[in-house]
T-cell receptor
């Protein structure tokens, strides 16, 4: 079945450091891929998405490229800020009709220190 | 005001008690979902509903039931709570016709349930 695997956290970085959070997936067909972010005490919100191979999603300085050959969707940011401290979830939607039934990775906690 | 509202936000209960978590939304979406979040496990789908007359089990529906009272309301019940149902529960909505069929979910702020 479909699945998503993220690197284990927590990830602790200093402000302005480069961030990579790895995400790989297993899926049949051509899933859409997502990164969601959960700030402390809040629900998840969509950070970025990509719907086909080689698409790059980007938002708020974060980027991720849909790599079908390596089944990966790694999240990157060139210079993190304290306000980026949150839990990041990689997810996929494998249904052709995109029903919204997402499969989530386990989440990676990012802590950015000043 | 939040577009997806969950009540209660926090609840502590005892084993064997019946608990209902409620979700209401003002986004006008037909599709609603209940997810459970556990540390190290991410989010797992409990139940989902594509319209008022449609209810479907997710991957971990045992021990739970739902009711879709209206397009805007979707409740999750634990008939007899047990300690391993202690978790953070999220309601979410989606609109398959909008945003170029993006599959985006819109989440509530979560309901933290502790079963003693």
């Amino acid at each position: 079945g479909n699945s998503v695997t993220q690197m284990e956290g927590p990830v602790t970085l200093s402000e302005e450091a480069f961030l990579t959070i790895n995400c790989t997936y297993t899926a049949t067909g051509y899933p859409s891929l997502f990164w969601y972010v959960q700030y402390p005490g809040e629900g998840l919100q969509l950070l970025l998405k990509a719907t086909k191979a080689d698409d790059k999603g980007s938002n708020k300085g974060f980027e991720a490229t849909y790599r079908k050959e390596t089944t990966s969707f790694h999240l990157e940011k060139g210079s993190v800020q304290v306000s980026d401290s949150a839990v990041y979830f990689c997810a996929l939607s494998g249904n052709p009709g995109n029903t919204g039934k997402l499969i989530f990775g386990q989440g990676t906690t990012l802590q950015v220190k000043p | 005001d939040a577009d997806v509202t969950q009540t209660p936000r926090n609840r502590i209960t005892k084993t064997g008690k019946r608990i209902m978590l409620e979700c209401s939304q003002t986004k006008g979406h037909d599709r609603m979902y209940w997810y459970r979040q556990d540390p190290g496990l991410g989010l797992r789908l409990i139940y989902y509903s594509f319209d008022v007359k449609d209810i479907n089990k997710g991957e971990i529906s045992d021990g739970y039931s739902v009711s879709r009272q209206a397009q805007a309301k979707f409740s999750l019940s634990l008939e007899s709570a047990i300690p391993n149902q202690t978790a953070l529960y999220f309601c979410a909505t989606s609109d398959p016709s909008g945003r170029a069929n993006s599959g985006e979910l819109f989440f509530g702020e979560g309901s933290r349930l502790t079963v003693l």
